[in-house]
């Protein structure tokens, strides 16, 4: 045994020469990897895209209102992938699903940075807008909203959504829909803002309402690229003094910050204390961060209230321009839930039509058209249709939802209305399968999804319980991008429509129900949860 160990051990040389080979090969491996990419960035090639000027490239081409719609005539003329310089900055735009998730979830280590504009860095300088910005702030932001959603998924809010909607019918039946597109705007708010903050708005007419509405006007507005110079021509920020886009930036930031300050102590240790709100669950779980918490919910109950507005006044604009499904959809609720009430959260897995007019909404009018961009942050190589496209780090890549979602490759006929593409041919069963583009994609898809599409679902299936929803004599309505607003979000321009009960008994129903529902909302949100 001893001899035999003996003879079992290396010689020091023989050790120190084979480490040395060991190391050479390592090296040639290394080397030749490095080698091997390098070819492939030198063949792969840039995606292709529409020639541009020396320096400005293509700046000039791209229009500063209804950029959506010019992304998508792009990724139609190139094939689904599509680059364009903009005074030396790379942008991607991607055209189709596949492609989509390809990049943004396959490779989402790789493509899940956030741009940041020039302009940011006055409006939120703190950078708290954890859905504009990576690092720490996107990691508690995600973290605090995952903990609420377990909540929303459990049906923590359901209580809180029923009401808004029965009040929301309500108001249409008072006035025969006459201010239904503002009733939108109320109701979306109130939802959010009641379940962040405990704070309800059943008018639609109270001072604090407007003033968030006002302030999520502006800030969308400056969320826009467009909406400063020194976002197109960055060098401009190098001028000193007191420039007009600090001056604003500064000034929106004091109101915004006075603005939810108010609604975050009303939540914390005012009237809301106790409730199980979300700026409660996010002061709780992160309860260092101060104002930053207070941040960090502004930016999600925002997000709830603009997207799911403008969602629901497409969904409007839908029964007024494709109302043939309009029958089918109502067939299947009155099988299910009849004529002596309305509709409820425990009805939902058994109207599957409604399910399928919330998803066809989101996919025939998505309220944020060029998605929200990513960043990458590395070279990659992306194979696409057979050809290897070369994506350089640093590239800004939109996942052009108005081009996605009216991909006719991916659905016949995608300009229609029709919620029976995502059901079986019975109608009675959803497709497996259901992709959209409507929430982004990977690492940074919206979080606040069920509390979204929760409150589509209610407010869709107790209208079309209620009403019959048609045309009114003076309703003009085109396809064109002269009918939508806004660049970052993009919500149709107001438009009339005629709300008539479907029946005088259905009209009681919706009265009695109001007369007889829970109004108290320390009652329809659960109380703080112990620890």
Known sequence: ?????????????????????????????LTSLILIRKRRSSVARIPPGPRGL??????????????????????????????????????????????????????????????????????????????????????????LTGGVMAGVRAGETEALQ????????????????????????????????????????????????KQIMTSLSELVRVLNPSASIINTLPFLDFLPGPMPWRKWGAEFRRREDELYDKLGEHAIVGKAAGMNTWAASFAS??????????????VFSNAAIETTTAEMQSFVLACLLYPSWIARAQAQIDAIVGKERIPTFQDRAQLPYVEAVVRETLRWRPSVRMGIPHQSTADDIVEYKGQEYFIPKGSIVYAVSWAIEHDPNYYEDPEEFRPERFLDDAGQKLKSGYETSAFGFGRRACPGVPFAERSMWINIAMMLWAFDIQKSGDFCYGESDAEFKGEFTNPPLEFPAVFTPRSARREEVMRQEWA?????LNILLPQTRES
């Open 1 to 29: 045994m001893i001899m035999y160990s003996h003879a079992s051990q290396s010689h020091p040389l023989e050790t120190v020469t084979m480490n040395n080979k060991l190391a050479f090969a390592t090296v040639i491996v």
């Open 54 to 143: 020396p320096v400005l490239g293509n700046v000039l081409q791209v229009p500063g209102k209804h950029t959506a719609t010019y992304f998508r005539h792009l990724c139609e003329a190139y094939g689904g992938i599509v680059s364009l310089n903009l005074a030396g900055s790379t942008v991607i735009l991607l055209g189709t699903m596949d492609l989509a998730k390809k990049v943004m979830e396959k490779r989402s280590t790789r493509f899940s940075g956030r741009p940041t504009l020039p302009f940011y860095r006055y409006i939120d300088p703190d950078q708290i807008y954890w859905a504009f910005f990576s690092g720490r702030t996107q990691f508690v932001g995600r973290k």
């Open 162 to 209: 029923h009401f808004e909607a029965l009040t929301t019918v309500n108001c249409i039946l008072n006035d025969r829909g006459r201010d239904w597109f503002h009733e939108m705007d109320r109701t979306f708010a109130s939802a959010a803002l009641t379940a962040a903050f405990g704070f309800g708005f059943p008018t639609g007419e109270e001072a604090e309402l």
């Open 285 to 298: 779980a992160d309860s260092k961060s101060g104002r930053d918490t207070r941040r960090l919910i502004n």
């Open 516 to 520: 007889d529902c829970e109004k108290d």
